[in-house]
């Protein structure tokens, strides 16, 4: 009798959810406003459910530790898996950059102090090297580091949703009234589209589902099933907070710029709701606060080990510097993690420097999760297109789980998450193609101008060479 499979609906669903969740994203996502439910229904169904079947049939029908790098590899060649794996792995030490700046804003809000170069250089510093320390160890070392972290992110997201409803409730009022139908749509600005990226962002990361095809008893139904309820409980878990924040204070797209104090902010206007006093509202913000630094050290341990094995994967192909391929005894890819830091070091260490040339650079949190989030949505963009090539050339591998429809709702599954990817990246660099726009956002396009011509660099350096068996 065939063994049982172990892997069921709910895991699926749960764990999908576990993997795309983090606390730092629910900030930009509360800066669009009313209109980010419009964005999330049209997302969800444009977007998230042809992408996950999409890496469902891929990760199923070509199983390797490359995944997305591979699958581009077997479609178009070595150069262009080369450009995924630089965008796959640059994205996270920029996110490691982002955190340590957060975690700062955080303190300096959460204390009422401002904080001496010198100090948040300091934090910042330690921030990183902590996390890096963490990335040189297996995942099961720091599994208690991440379980807490996720029962921080719950009770946090939840309870800065509860607190936004019991607010609304209490006194009738709310930082953005909905008044009418008009008001959860988004005008005619194609500034608008600049809000796409940053819900793509949350999205990331559902590939992970089609490699547990193989542990499921019908993966036919359940994967589908399990890309939507999960998608579903992850917009759930994102837009009950960005409504906490949304009651607490008006919001508008100079929230992303502000830094992540406006975290506190948000608790301190929604915990006066409640009718606490000074003292225990300074003690629950600190509270809080602390929970928030946390879960952004259980982000970085829980993605550490496996960002690092695709970067070693690449660098054994060529792709990424060799240096990356270093192993310890125990087989996790120390001189990754170590690579991560030193680079997320250099750049909170730019940022600061920088600060004293340009204004334009003081939100350090908000330049580098934006830099983070582009270059990880650069590097899926290929994605969709391989998958359409290997439908064509490869017709004869077989396919566990394979993405329903004819030839035109293949094409229609492919073309448009391609589409929204592309869209999402250019409205969020040029928003309005305004010159004060434009002026404003330099840094930023400055930053993807860099990141392109070190991974032109590289690419520039790979060698034809056959796919991994």
């Known amino acids: 009798m065939a063994k049982k499979r172990k892997f069921k609906l709910m895991d699926a669903i749960l764990g999908t959810v576990c993997l795309t969740l983090v606390c730092e994203s629910v900030m ?19 977007f998230c459910l042809p992408y996950g079947m999409i890496t469902a049939e891929l990760g199923t029908t070509y199983p390797s530790e490359g995944g997305m790098y591979d699958w581009v590899k077997r479609a178009f060649g070595p150069k262009w898996a080369g450009r995924v794996a630089w965008n796959y792995w640059i994205n996270f030490p920029l996110w490691i950059s982002s955190l340590a700046v957060a975690v700062t804003d ?43 972290g996720t029962v921080f992110k ?3 997201l939840l ?15 709310s930082a953005n009234p909905i008044t009418s139908a008009k008001d959860l749509f988004p005008g005619l600005n194609l500034g608008d589209l600049s809000f796409v990226s940053i819900i793509l962002f949350n999205f990331m990361g559902f590939e992970v589902v089609g490699t547990w095809a193989n542990d499921m008893d019908d993966p036919k139904k359940q994967i589908p099933k399990a890309l939507i309820i999960g998608g579903l409980l992850m917009a759930f878990f994102y837009v009950l907070p960005a409504t906490g924040f949304n009651v607490a204070l008006p919001a508008n797209a100079d929230w992303i710029g502000a830094g992540a104090e406006i975290v506190v902010d948000v608790l301190n206007a929604l915990f006066a709701t409640v009718g606490l006093g000074a003292s225990a509202i300074k003690v629950l913000v600190i509270i809080a606060g602390c929970m928030f630094v946390y879960t952004f050290i259980a982000n970085i341990a829980s993605w550490s080990f496996g960002v690092n094995e695709v970067a070693k994967y690449a660098a054994e192909d060529g792709s990424l510097p060799k240096a990356f391929t270093k192993t310890n005894k125990e087989g996790v890819p120390y001189m990754a993690s170590i690579i991560n830091g030193i680079v997320a070091s250099i750049i909170v260490i730019a940022g600061i420097i920088a600060s004293f040339v340009s204004e334009s650079f003081e939100a350090g949190f908000s330049l580098f999760f934006c830099l983070s989030w582009i270059t990880l949505l650069v590097g899926y963009i290929p994605m969709f297109l391989a998958f359409l090539k ?51 956002n330099i840094p930023l396009i400055a930053g993807v101008v860099i990141s392109f011509i070190i991974e032109e660099i590289l690419v520039a350096r790979i060698k034809d060479k056959k796919v991994k068996e």
């Not at 930009?28 to 209109?35: L, M």
């Not at 100090?119 to 807490?148: A, H, M, P």
């Open 390 to 440: 290997l439908r064509k050339t490869d017709k004869d591998a077989k396919r566990p789980y394979k993405v329903p429809g004819g030839n035109v709702m293949i094409h229609v599954a492919a073309i448009v998450p391609f589409v929204i990817l592309i869209l999402g990246v250019l409205f969020t660099l040029f928003g309005d193609f305004t010159k004060d726009y434009i002026i404003g």
């Open 159 to 173: 309870g800065i949703g509860a607190l936004g409803i019991y607010a609304f409730i209490s006194t009738g009022h």
């Open 28 to 46: 930009p996502t509360a800066a669009i406003g009313n209109t980010q439910y419009f964005w999330w229904i049209l997302l969800l169904v444009c």
């Open 154 to 156: 719950v009770v946090l």
């Open 106 to 148: 955080i303190i300096a809000g959460m204390f009422g102090v401002e904080l001496s170069i010198v100090t948040l250089l300091c934090i910042q510093l330690l921030y990183i090297w902590f996390v890096t320390f963490l990335g040189t160890k297996r995942v099961g070392e720091s599994k208690y580091i991440v379980n807490l």
